[in-house]
């Protein structure tokens, strides 16, 4: 048999690739984020925007019903975390007794804080608007998720650890203030709880990027139960 | 699950860990407080009054009677222009979501002047048509200010990073070590 001559057997060898070139391949495809994000189709977008138009709009009476939700989530971190201390504040829907001329600026999503008793200092009855800060985070949260191309299930599991992420920050953005105002001791705040209040809370755009993130992780730790191999 | 899959859920989970880390740290040197009558507030209060130097040019197209005292608009009606009033949170978020994508250095800084560009460019006709609603529309000026243009910016800046992150993907140039017969 005629052997292969030295011209044939190098042209073969620039064929195959070798293990060095496959694996540099390998890593050439790793390092480029092809499905980082995820593909929003163009309905997805029409959909989340309509969504997102539909509850955000000022409808009458919607914060009406929003308060006592706020009231009962707020009353609840302030049990649980103990904020107030012997002051025993209390979110509700009516400045009460001790204010007997409406305060002005008060709309349909004000809140009022107040001591319920105990012998904690007393305060004025003060007012707390819910739409920005505790509404419109959870109905972004619910456009996202609700307009996202995905099964069902894994919707509703995105949407439980994103209104879960988002209730947590509403507990912080009720009991930091809580504390500060209701305190035996009002002293200045310390360097931390200021960072997380103005990160987490104060920054206008907050309200609108919470819910992105809080859908961003939901997304990366939920998967669809169909795209398993 | 499969090796690919849970190499991405942890490449999506480090992004956000990132973006966490470098917007956090921006997000913090900006409201860093700095002395009451220290260089950086001055530098601060000059800042914001280019602003309104900038918005106040535009404004006076409209209306002739605009005059800007420091960091306030003086004219039909009155507009002062704040700390936050510089979309500054945007833009920083902006600038901290391209920098923890995975993407090459010179697309990155491309896409931060781009679209921190962009951004400032909307923000001063926000401050405009600010100016015009509480002339013409003032009891619409509350919820436009606190609600409409809030979403908007933020959702600009998602629009852009979306249009950015897919333009990285798309110039990303071949990986010189491909084999010779990959290409053919």
Redesign the interface.
């Known amino acids: 048999m005629r052997k292969p001559d030295r011209g044939a057997r190098a042209r073969l060898s620039?064929?195959?690739?070798?293990w060095r070139?496959?694996r540099?391949?390998a890593l050439?495809a790793?390092?480029?984020?092809?499905?980082?994000?995820p593909r929003?189709p163009a309905r997805s977008i029409a959909l989340c925007l309509g969504l997102?138009l539909l509850l955000?709009a000022?409808w009458p009476g919607s914060g009406r019903l929003f308060r006592p939700v706020f009231c009962a989530f707020g009353n609840a971190v302030i049990v649980v975390v103990g904020a107030g201390g012997d002051s025993a504040p209390r979110f509700s829907t009516e400045p009460g007794e001790a204010l007997t001329t409406p305060a002005a600026g008060a709309t349909d999503w004000t809140v009022w804080l107040a001591a319920s008793g105990g012998h904690g200092p007393s305060r004025p009855p003060l007012p707390l608007e819910t739409?920005?800060l505790g509404y419109?985070p959870l109905a972004l949260s619910l456009a996202l998720t609700l307009s996202f191309a995905v099964s069902w299930r894994r919707k509703l599991r995105m949407l439980g650890i994103g209104l879960a992420l988002l209730l947590m920050r509403l507990a912080i953005a009720i009991a930091l203030p809580v504390g500060r105002a209701f305190s035996l001791h009002p002293a200045a705040p310390g360097p931390v709880s200021e960072?997380v209040w103005?990160?987490l809370i104060d920054?206008?755009?907050?309200?609108?990027?919470a819910p992105?993130?809080a859908w961003?992780?939901a997304?990366?730790?939920t998967?669809d139960e169909s795209?398993?191999? | 699950?499969?090796r690919w899959?849970k190499?991405?859920?942890r490449?999506?989970?480090r992004?956000?860990a990132a973006?966490?880390a470098v917007g956090?740290a921006l997000?913090?040197l900006y409201?860093f407080p700095y002395s009451e009558h220290g260089l950086g507030e001055a530098g601060f209060a000059w800042y914001l009054g280019a602003y309104a130097r900038v918005a106040g040019a535009v404004i006076h197209l409209a209306d002739p009677t605009v005059r800007v005292l420091g960091a306030e608009l003086v004219g039909r009606t009155s507009l002062t222009i704040a700390k936050?009033c510089d979309?500054m949170?945007?833009n920083l978020?902006l600038t901290a979501a391209m920098i923890a994508?995975?993407?090459p250095w010179r697309r990155r800084l491309l896409g931060i002047v781009a679209g921190v560009g962009l951004l400032s460019v909307v923000n001063v006709l926000r401050i405009v048509t600010l100016y015009q609603i509480n002339i013409h529309a003032p009891r619409a000026f509350e919820?436009v200010h606190?609600?409409v243009f809030?979403?908007a910016?933020?959702a600009l800046a998602?629009g852009a990073f979306?249009l950015w992150?897919r333009w990285s993907?798309q110039a990303?140039p071949a990986?010189t070590?491909?084999?010779?017969?990959?290409q053919a």
């Open positions: 620039a064929a195959a690739p070798t070139e496959r540099g391949v050439a790793e390092r480029t984020p092809p499905a980082l994000l929003w997102a955000l000022p739409k920005i419109t960072l103005y990160l920054l206008p755009a907050m309200s609108y990027v992105l993130f961003w992780i997304f990366a730790a998967k795209a398993r191999p | 699950m499969s899959s190499d991405l859920r490449a999506r989970l992004f956000a973006f966490v956090g997000l913090a409201s936050n979309a949170d945007v978020l994508f995975p993407a919820f606190a609600e809030p979403l910016m933020v998602v979306g992150s993907r990303e990986p070590d491909t084999p010779a017969h990959a």
